[in-house]
């Protein structure tokens, strides 16, 4: 498996929110059935106390290694209902790895899972076992769709490959245009569907800035695929700046690779 999107806890009930856990594999053109070995989570958000925090830590680190977490949580500002950090930690099991750009919600007492599996069954048996690992309270909502082959096609076609653009800038290099001649020919086969364009950056620089810059070159590459045959209706241009890093921005090779395009099948 690969967990290709973020994974969300909520955990403010009276005030806001609480970790984002954003879970992006290294290589983007794994297979659908990977063992999740080379996924970096990225922990951001606030929980109410460093014991919360710890316990979330720890069952991160157990479940994806302590080597591929990133942390990112602050600790204060938030509320949350008793023993919410163990229910929490129940629901962070080897299981989501099957999951591909999911989000996991827990606001209060209500889990919602989204994301995409390899089939039925898989989508069934999580939501039974969140279902079960939770006391009654809790109301778990499931929206898991069973579509991982149809993303694995932009997956392969992408190849883990950067787009490239000139630095500062959202003009698109030979280099870049180069890949998204490719692309092209792959997004053809979901003409009538509707595709995530999707920029992120790496963090240096504020963060509006990158987020503005995320999405101009979003908009970038919808033009360039447009001047290629896709519909203008087909494609979403997205910025999300520095938001959901795949890797630790503290290396020149973290960054770049944290500098990229995704493509997202959409509903």
């Not at 959901?244 to 990229?260: C, E, F, T, Y």
Request: glycine content about 8%.
């Amino acid at each position: 498996m690969m967990l290709k999107r973020t994974l969300t806890l909520w955990a403010g009930v009276a005030l806001l929110h609480g970790a984002v856990l954003a879970a992006e594999p290294v290589a983007a053109g794994a297979p659908a059935a990977a063992s999740g070995t080379n996924q970096v989570i990225t922990v951001t958000g606030a929980v109410p106390d460093q014991a919360t925090k710890t316990i979330l830590l720890n069952r991160l680190r157990e479940v994806y290694g302590a080597e591929r977490v990133v942390d990112q949580i602050t600790v204060g500002g938030v509320i949350m209902p008793a023993n919410w950090a163990q229910h929490v930690q129940a629901l962070i099991t080897p299981e989501l790895k099957s999951v591909s750009r999911g989000e996991l919600s827990v606001n209060g007492n209500t889990v919602n899972l989204k994301g995409d599996v390899g089939s039925d069954a898989t989508r069934q048996q999580l939501t039974s076992q969140m279902a079960s690992s939770l006391n009654p309270t809790y109301v778990v909502k499931s929206q898991l769709r069973v579509t991982m082959a149809e993303q694995a096609v932009l997956d392969q076609a992408l190849a883990n490959r950067i787009v490239e653009f000139e630095s500062g800038s959202a003009k698109i290099t030979a280099a870049g245009q180069s890949i998204l001649d490719e692309m092209s020919t792959a997004l053809q086969q979901f003409k009538g569907r509707r595709v995530e364009v999707i920029g992120h950056t790496d963090s240096q620089g504020a963060r509006n800035s990158n987020v503005a810059l995320s999405k101009a070159r979003a908009d970038a590459v919808k033009a360039y695929l447009v001047q290629k045959g896709m519909p203008p209706d087909s494609l979403i241009p997205i910025g999300m700046g520095p938001d959901r890093p795949v890797a630790p921005n503290d290396s020149d090779d973290g960054r770049r690779r944290n500098r990229r395009i995704e493509f997202n099948l959409s509903q």
